[in-house]
């Protein structure tokens, strides 16, 4: 089964968080069809944390949605800034998301 286009997917993720109060933005456009989307969680206490596209190798089979790995859990804002800034170097299609939230709970599929 064929994902959802990455613009799609964002767009319906930063409504469905502004809808539940937490402030999301899309920080960075990338390619509209498959451009991989890295979420940045700014946790309002002075630490953020950085969900980042699963790798398929860890899956048994293909997801039907996009499924996520917390790559930095609540560590400083600069050093996901930089992770981020290293990505985009190699990797200009993809998108970025910024959301506000005290939780963890995005409602991402988590692997």
Do not use: Y
């Amino acid at each position: 089964m064929q994902q959802l286009r990455s613009d799609i997917w964002c767009a319906a993720f930063v409504r469905r968080h502004n809808n539940m109060g937490n402030f999301c933005v899309v920080s960075r456009r990338g390619d509209s069809i498959a451009g991989q989307i890295w979420i940045e969680v700014d946790h309002l206490d002075g630490t953020v944390s950085l969900f980042t596209p699963a790798p398929g190798a860890l899956m048994d089979t293909p997801p039907d949605d996009r499924v996520f790995q917390k790559r930095f859990e609540r560590t400083d804002p600069q050093t996901v800034r930089d992770r981020i800034a290293r990505e985009i170097e190699f990797d200009q299609d993809l998108w970025v998301l910024s959301v506000d939230c005290r939780t963890d709970d995005l409602g991402l599929d988590l692997i």
